[in-house]
């Protein structure tokens, strides 16, 4: 029997698209063939490992540099705002998975591209949406509250907390209504109410029952209890990490540098863009400086530079995290679930530096769990406190024996194989 096709969409920056890559490398060792729909920049990536591409509208990396990217991760557009480059972008890539999605059994898909659930009810495919942070419903804590999870809650509390989350799907259906129930039109679905899909009386049977896979730690954030009553299974599989094509191999130059005194402390900021780059890069050797370390910039999608900044900084454009951090004393980032993962897994402790979204709620959760000092948000950034704050991290061995306990516990989880068993067991389940 053939092998069947599986649609794996990946919209988003680089911690969006990796754990997908890792999804697919799992579902193709399980027989299945992958197809991920992702934006162009990761083309190359998904080729590479092996997987069939498809084009996604959509740049992160150019909206985060933009001056509208700017004012988003200034939380200046406000929940009920439609932000104009997504929305502009909606309408080609429903299209793009609508098309991408033919020919194939099932859908996977992450929590900024839950609009495929229309795709899959014109097409009749059961769906399956991931997320590297806790969206189901629940009375434990709001959404983005995760942070610092209170021991109990009452009634009250509960029935607010899930509140939060159903007022989240009501404000995201009000910014895509009209664009969503026009595609529908098109693909002969009927139109949707102001309440959108999530409280449609009948919903196909198809959609009854999704499976939301969280794919990260139990170690790091336990399953609420009440995820057991949900109406869709709800998992906690452990992180999802790729496994390498081959082994990274560094430059001389970066071999000297780091051969050449003490671990040094990781820095970056991921795909974040920062409004005034100069300044940064002067507050972050500052920093370094004030705090009598040596530091590796990791630039990421905020800047370009390369080579040594000082005797003291080096500076790369991008870097394998699975490969650098096990070599650092310490990760300065901000937030990004991806970042978060990649530097428990490498059992050192970390300074959050949260931009926005679900970042301050990272940072708190790892200030919780004791391996990293409070979080510091971009806007109260100055050398000096980011100084203190990595001196606290190099200096309580307390956060680097966390930071190892709860690496040997991941490495137990297999994630990607507990997401991958899921999946087929639900797309089986289907019809198939």
Not at 325 to 348: D, E, F, M, N, Y
């Amino acid at each position: 029997m053939a092998a069947e096709k599986i649609l794996l969409v990946a919209l988003g920056s680089t911690g969006d698209v990796m754990p997908m890559c890792a999804l697919a490398q799992g579902l193709k060792q399980a027989g299945y063939r992958p197809r991920l729909i992702t934006h162009v920049e990761f083309q190359a990536l998904v080729e590479a490992y092996g997987f069939e591409f498809a084009p996604l509208a959509g740049d992160y990396r150019h909206f985060f540099n933009s001056e509208e990217g700017h004012r988003f991760v200034r939380g200046e557009f406000l929940p009920w705002m439609p932000v104009p480059t997504f929305q502009a972008n909606l309408p080609t890539q429903l299209e793009q998975v609508l098309a991408a999605a033919r020919g194939t059994e099932a859908i996977i898909t992450g929590p900024l591209s839950l609009w495929v659930y229309h795709i899959a009810e014109r097409l009749n495919l059961p769906m399956v949406v991931t997320s590297a942070l806790p969206i189901a419903e629940t009375g434990h804590f709001p959404f983005l509250g995760f942070g610092d999870i209170p021991s109990s809650v009452n009634g009250v509390q509960s029935a607010l907390n899930r509140a939060s989350y159903r007022a989240v799907s009501l404000l995201g259906w009000a910014k895509e209504r009209d664009i969503i129930n026009q595609f529908r039109a098109a693909v002969q679905l009927p139109e949707l109410s102001l309440l959108g899909p999530r409280f449609r009386l009948a919903q196909p049977k198809i959609l009854q029952h999704i499976p939301i896979l969280h794919l990260y730690s139990e170690a790091v954030l336990p399953a609420p209890p009440d995820w057991a009553e949900s109406t869709h299974p709800t998992y906690v599989t452990g992180y999802c990490f790729v496994t390498p094509l081959s082994p990274y191999q560094p430059t001389a130059e970066l071999e000297a540098f780091l051969a050449a005194g003490e671990p040094p402390v990781a820095i970056g900021f991921g795909s974040m863009a920062v409004d005034d780059r100069p300044q940064m890069t002067q507050l972050l050797r500052s920093a370094v400086q004030l705090a009598q370390v040596r530091a590796l910039w990791i630039a990421g999608w905020g800047g370009s530079q390369r080579g040594y900044l000082s005797e003291q900084v080096y500076a790369v454009e991008s870097i394998p995290h699975d490969w650098i951090l096990p070599r650092c004393s310490a990760v300065v980032h901000h937030g990004g679930s991806g970042t978060v993962a990649a530097g428990l897994r490498a059992g050192i402790p970390a300074v959050v530096v949260p931009f926005f979204g679900d970042q301050p709620a990272w940072g708190k959760r790892l200030n919780h769990l004791g391996v990293s000092p409070p979080p510091i948000p971009v806007q109260q950034l100055s050398a000096q406190t980011l100084a203190v704050a990595i001196r606290q991290a190099l200096d309580t061995p307390a956060m680097t024996q966390q930071a190892s306990h709860i690496a040997a516990a991941m490495r137990a989880e297999q994630g990607v194989k507990r997401a991958v068993e899921i999946i087929d067991g639900f797309v089986s389940s289907a019809g198939w």
